[in-house]
Structure formats: structure tokens, C-alpha cells
């Protein structure tokens, strides 16, 4: 199998989400390989209302941030798996996993009768 077309649309995808995890967050210092939602700057003296809007902003990035972790590491694992020889082969039954598929989803880890 050419993986090299899908492995360019997983690093486009790659670098696609590390830009959006830094617009809602920033690498976490303490944990390697991990982010940390920030919030959104008022801009304004914080009073009661604007510490409100601060925390509701700092939940929401980290809603946002969690579903963007969650693909990012599944972007990473299928460049891995391109490096390894293992990338387009179903996880569940070893099959390969269709073309048409892995265009659609260049991350699958499994084939369309196991999805």
C-alpha cells in the first residue's frame, strides 16, 4: 500500500489541530505531550461578571481542547503506524482497511465491516 498521500493528509491534519489547540490553549509546562485550555481575555478589570465570563470561557477551551487532544493522538498513533509498516491494516482483524475509507479517514484504525 502508497501511504504516502495519506501520511501528507495526516501531517496536514496534524498541524491543523496543533494550530487550533494553541488558539484555545498552550502546552502544558509540567506534562510533556500535554495541553491546558486557557481563557479567553476580557480585556476589562476583572469584577465578579468578568471572573464569570473568565471561568466560562476556561470550561468551554477545555471542552474544545479535550475533543482536540482526542483526534490529535489519534492523528499521531496513525503516523506512527505509517512508520511501522502497520498503517491501513484493521485493528480488529488484520484486514486492510479500503482506500476509500482511509481518504475519508486517514486516522481509521479499522475497516469498514469493524467501524
Known amino acids: 500500500?502508497?501511504?504516502?498521500?495519506?501520511?501528507?493528509?495526516?501531517?496536514?491534519?496534524?498541524?491543523?489541530?496543533?494550530?487550533r489547540m494553541a488558539s484555545v490553549g498552550r502546552k502544558n509546562?509540567?506534562?510533556?505531550?500535554?495541553?491546558?485550555?486557557?481563557?479567553?481575555?476580557?480585556?476589562?478589570?476583572p469584577d465578579q461578571?468578568?471572573?464569570a465570563d473568565v471561568f466560562v470561557s476556561r470550561?468551554?477551551?477545555?471542552?474544545?481542547?479535550?475533543?482536540?487532544?482526542?483526534?490529535?493522538?489519534?492523528?499521531?498513533s496513525a503516523l506512527k503506524r505509517t512508520g511501522e509498516g502497520t498503517y491501513g491494516k484493521c485493528e480488529v482483524c488484520g484486514k486492510p482497511i479500503g482506500n476509500a475509507r482511509l481518504a475519508a479517514d486517514p486516522a481509521a484504525t479499522t475497516c469498514s465491516a469493524h467501524m
Open 1 to 19: 500500500m502508497r501511504t504516502e498521500p495519506f501520511k501528507k493528509k495526516l501531517e496536514a491534519e496534524k498541524a491543523r489541530l496543533e494550530e
Open 29 to 45: 509546562p509540567a506534562v510533556p505531550d500535554d495541553w491546558e485550555a486557557v481563557p479567553t481575555e476580557t480585556g476589562a478589570e
Open 49 to 51: 461578571a468578568d471572573q
Open 59 to 76: 470550561e468551554t477551551n477545555a471542552a474544545i481542547l479535550a475533543d482536540l487532544e482526542a483526534r490529535y493522538d489519534t492523528v499521531l
